[in-house]
């Protein structure tokens, strides 16, 4: 309510008009033929307002459809050449963009009739000459704000882009129309257009509000004197609609076949929550809260774009609150369980890494999987907390194994979207790591594809900075969202993690895109691990792509931490455990050299540089030429798995130990990657003569790793 000592003329809603209307002064045009009339006008409200004079009706209308929006109110003189006061007040009556002005008629002859026509025509209000100054600026000023108040009003019964009701205004006609009609059944309809936000990155803010004044238009003409429409806020919609046969709803859900602005919308997606023939007992927002309850449970699911409310889906919500209401309390009291699914290595068959994954033990609703509280979790901003508490369980764990000296191996932990939103993830990850004392390599950072899509440059730099600490990032669910080439390029990431709808397909474009991604991955030299394998047959399939490492059922399912180490333990026994982390050890080691590389250069400084960063997983020879390598390679028959060949020595150079590697059929088995100085063509003309691969210098010591392993793994 308006205070009446601050506000006793009204001046503060029309102040709020104005601000809202991006109009800060009032304008009034003055029509006459009279310059003199004109005049006195001019001099009663210029104080005051902002003039505009006319001498004539035709003058008048040209200035008000050029600067309607500015004009606040008309005084108007009926006896007039070219055009009169009469001709003009129709004009302005039948023009909608007009009509809302108010006129005031001011003439010289006293006759009631002309009051009175002008009155029943269109004017607000009359005045006489000659001019009483006080009471022509009283009822000028008095006008004015009843038309701006009126404007307040209205402005607040609707919503000022779409021009359908306001939500408040729309939950209180809600609530008549139902009390008017009793014996009449209704339904609530809400309607969201799924990613509207990319029409406004990608087409401008003005386009994405023409889309939604358009929609607004089509669902005022559905749903017509059936009922009534609002924009609840952004792109949803709500409609109060009669139940009747339904036949609206086929004009509600057709295609949308429309253009706006050139933009064809037929691929926009729009789905529809419906609470049918709504109780009177709940309040309107209560109708609109099923409503969107029902819509809720198609968002992002293809193929789905009508959901009726039942009322199970309160009992789901319900049940929603009290797993939030008791999040808290569950992460102090370690409710929370982290579970460890292995990881295989699909060509040595051997244990090569876990995921760890967390579960949840009720006291109400007993063992709970991440499907039924993660998504909540993601939207009320809870998993920070959850995802930092199985990243220390999992440090925890791995300074426990290196103590009762285990043999470790690395754990990869999942972060979300919200993690990154923490400014300072990358020190809390990195205090983790040396409060356990736990070797950086050995946490994997599992991050999904989506992620990259918010904020994409700060969440690269923050990825980047893990990686420069010595973490090793892992692309999750490669393939189940926005996957595109662009994304190998941009994104930094070691280890790249196929979505498991790709191990599963049978179809043989399935297989044709399995294979070329994992191509791709090799040549940019990234590792690849598929979830989800089930079957024998998915195996060897992944095997012939030269996919790298595992997951899934058909090795093992998650299993608590008790459970895992046995797992270990037994896979050690066997001499399935790949690339063991010793206990207390920094760096991978503790098992024989099953691979050795042969490094030929003539600078001891590269020999030296390459054999530091081989020789804790391969065995390393060199030699300082060509020949050198020839006269080893005969004496050591068989033992050598892959050669680094630098191109420019003495004696005998590159060339020339490839020219004789043509000739011979025993040393052509022994893959060889050439070492050179990065040049335009260096990289053709290795592969030209017969190279497996390129590698310029100066060298990085994960690609040195990378490219060894991966030929290792053609050869092998």
Known sequence: MLKEENDCDGTGIVNQYYEKTGYLTRTVLIVDD?????????????????????????????????????????????????????????????????????????????????????????AADFVSKPYHPKV???????????????????????????????REFFYMETERLLERRPETSFDMVVADVENFKVINERLGVKTGDEVLRHMAERYREVVGDRGICTRLHADV?????????????QQLFWQWNDR??????????????????????????????????????????????VSVYNSSFSDDLFREQQILDSMEQALAEHQ?????????????????GAEAL????????????????????????????????????????????RQEGRDLVPVSVNFSRADFAVTDLVERITELTDTYGIDRGLLHLEITESVYTD????????????????????????????????????????????????????????????????????????????????????????????????????????????????FLKEAQRKSCLLE?????????????????????????????ILRSMLEDIYCVRDVSNGEEACAYLREHPGEISVILLDMVMPVMDGFQFMKRRENDSELSRIPVIITSEPGKDSELVALRIGADRFMGKPYRTELVRLSVKSVLRKKN
């Open 34 to 122: 009279e310059e003199f009339s004109r005049n006195i006008l001019c001099h009663i409200l210029k104080d005051s307002y902002d003039i505009l004079t006319a001498k004539d009706g035709r003058e008048a209308l040209d200035i008000m459809t050029e600067r309607g929006k500015e004009i606040s109110l008309v005084l108007l003189d009926l006896m007039m050449p070219v055009m009169d006061g009469y001709d003009f007040l129709k004009a302005v009556t039948a023009n909608p963009q007009l009509s809302s002005i108010p006129v005031i008629v001011t003439t010289a002859r006293d006759r009631e009739e002309d009051e009175i026509w002008s009155l029943e025509n269109g």
């Open 136 to 166: 022509v600026k009283r009822r000028v000023d008095r006008m004015i704000r009843l038309r701006e108040t009126a404007a307040m009003l209205n402005a607040a019964e609707h919503d000022r882009l779409t021009g359908l009701f306001s």
């Open 237 to 249: 919609f709500a409609m109060l609609v009669e139940h009747g046969d339904g036949s609206w709803k």
């Open 260 to 305: 706006v602005d050139g933009i064809p919308l037929q691929n926009m997606v729009i789905k529809y929550g419906i609470y049918e023939n709504v109780s009177r007992t709940i309040p309107a927002f209560g109708m609109c809260d099923r409503a969107v309850l029902a819509l809720n449970r198609i968002k992002n699911l293809y193929g789905r774009y």
């Open 336 to 352: 929370f369980q982290v579970y460890y699914q292995p990881k295989y290595d699909i060509n040595r068959e051997c244990i090569s």
């Open 358 to 401: 967390v579960r949840w033990v009720h006291p109400r609703f007993g063992f709970m999987t991440p499907n039924q509280f993660l998504a909540l979790f993601e939207r009320n901003g809870f998993i920070t907390k959850l995802d930092y508490y199985v990243c220390e369980e999992v440090c925890r764990t791995l300074q426990r194994w």
């Open 455 to 566: 904020k994409p440059h700060q969440i690269i730099d923050t990825v980047k900075k893990l990686q420069e600490h010595g973490f090793r990032i892992e692309l999750d669910d490669f393939g189940s969202g926005y996957s595109s080439l662009n994304m190998f390029s941009d994104l930094p990431m070691d280890i790249l993690k196929l979505d498991m709808k790709f191990v599963q397909k049978n179809y043989s474009n399935s297989k044709n895109i399995l294979g070329y991604i994992i191509s791709l991955s090799e040549w940019m030299n990234l590792e690849t691990i598929a979830e989800g394998v089930e079957t024998r047959e998915q195996v060897e399939r992944l095997k012939s792509f030269g996919c790298d490492y595992a997951q899934g059922y058909y090795y093992a399912r998650p299993m608590p931490e008790e459970d895992f180490e046995r």
């Open 580 to 608: 063991k982390h010793a206990a207390g050890s920094t760096v991978p080691g503790g098992g024989e050299c099953t691979d050795t590389v042969l490094i030929v250069d003539d600078n001891t400084m590269n020999r030296e």
